[in-house]
């Protein structure tokens, strides 16, 4: 398993990071920790999870992944083997702090709830969910205003956010500060609040990147170089599109589509590409989960790829990506069929 830099700094992260938002949901507390310690015996050393999890958001279900989590760290006692990042909801869920959006006091309040829940004692990596601003991800770039905000309130927010994060570090509960759900403009305006008030730089920006959502290949992308922003990027098979097990109006029972009762990713313009991504897989021999992953981890600005499942057998299939050598033809051949399906979900 391949180690990476998060960011400018001396952590190192592996270049799969395991996914839990279905613990407490979708699986069990059994399930979830049968999870951890398959992908430690894989040596991934890095994981992700949010006060938000476990998925969809509720009153009742949200919390119950890092508890879920902190009941394994507290039974092994192998905190020391994990990288563990977690968020705080940018707002707008009326079930966590009624709505408030992200600031300096929520961040207290939320991190110290984290910590409670993980039973631990500090966290190497805190983010904003989404920008408190809003978002343009979960399919909201049709939708998206930036023009409507209000510049001057943005970044006093940036800065208040930074604050907190900034005293959390000097507590020595937090190491480093993230954010996700992010926009080049935005990251550029957190880095600069941070460097002109001596506060922490981010380190990583999670962001969904995929075969068929590649917005980071631009603009995002060339932030990351310069700047050693890297991404940490979540859905790398577009929630299970890209299996195919979506294809021709199927909804297998269990899946996401099914337990969510929506899935705004599944239309006839994805539905089209993910056919023609599987055909490829399938002329070169190759599982086409395996073939998206594996082409996420070839990406420059690639620090890890997220990786949720719901049964230890399709972690394990997903884990399996990291022994996988896409050739030069074949990445053409998905760049060809990029260009034909440029913006599909």
């Excluded at 993980?118 to 983010?127: I, S, V, W």
């Excluded at 978002?135 to 510049?151: C, I, L, R, V």
């Excluded at 068929?212 to 940490?232: I, T, W």
Aim: aromatic letters at 8%; hydrophobic letters at 40%; glycine letters at 10%.
């Amino acid at each position: 398993m391949k180690l990476k830099p998060l960011g400018r700094t001396d952590l190192l992260v592996t270049e799969i990071c395991l996914g839990t938002m279905t613990w407490g949901s979708q699986n069990s507390q059994a399930e979830g920790h049968a999870q951890i310690d398959m992908a430690l015996d894989a040596g991934v050393n890095f994981m992700d999870t949010a006060e938000l999890y476990a998925v969809p958001g509720s009153p009742q279900t949200s919390g119950r992944t890092e508890e879920i989590i902190g009941n394994w760290l507290e039974q092994s006692g192998k905190r020391d083997k994990w990288i563990i990042a977690s968020k705080i909801g940018g707002g707008g869920s009326k079930f966590l702090r009624d709505g408030r959006r992200a600031d300096g006091p929520s961040i207290r309040i939320a991190f110290e709830q984290s910590l409670r829940r993980l039973k631990t004692d500090y966290l190497d990596l805190y983010q904003i969910h989404w920008a408190s601003r809003g978002s343009y991800n979960f399919d909201g770039s049709w939708t998206y205003a930036p023009h409507k905000q209000e510049t001057a309130d943005v970044l006093a927010n940036i800065e208040d956010m930074l604050g907190t994060l900034g005293d959390l570090i000097k507590e020595g509960k937090l190491r480093h500060a993230g954010v996700s759900n992010e926009t080049t403009w935005g990251i550029a305006q957190w880095l600069r609040i941070a460097e002109t008030r001596g506060l922490p730089r981010l380190v990583s920006v999670q962001n969904e990147y995929n075969l068929l959502r590649r917005h980071f290949d631009l603009d995002l992308a060339e932030l990351s170089h310069h700047e050693k922003v890297g991404l940490l990027a979540y859905s790398p098979l577009a929630g299970g599109l890209l299996t195919g097990k979506y294809n021709d109006g199927n909804v297998p029972k269990g899946s996401r589509a099914d337990y969510q009762k929506a899935f705004w990713r599944l239309n006839e313009h994805s539905e089209a590409a993910v056919k023609q991504y599987q055909a490829l897989a399938a002329r070169h021999g190759l599982d086409p989960a395996q073939m998206a992953i594996a082409f996420a981890l070839t990406r420059p600005f690639m620090t890890s790829v997220i990786i949720g499942a719901t049964s230890t057998a399709q972690l394990s299939n997903a884990l399996g990506a990291v022994d996988l050598t896409l050739s030069p033809e074949l990445l053409a051949e998905i760049d060809a069929i990029h260009r034909r399906y440029p913006r599909t979900i």
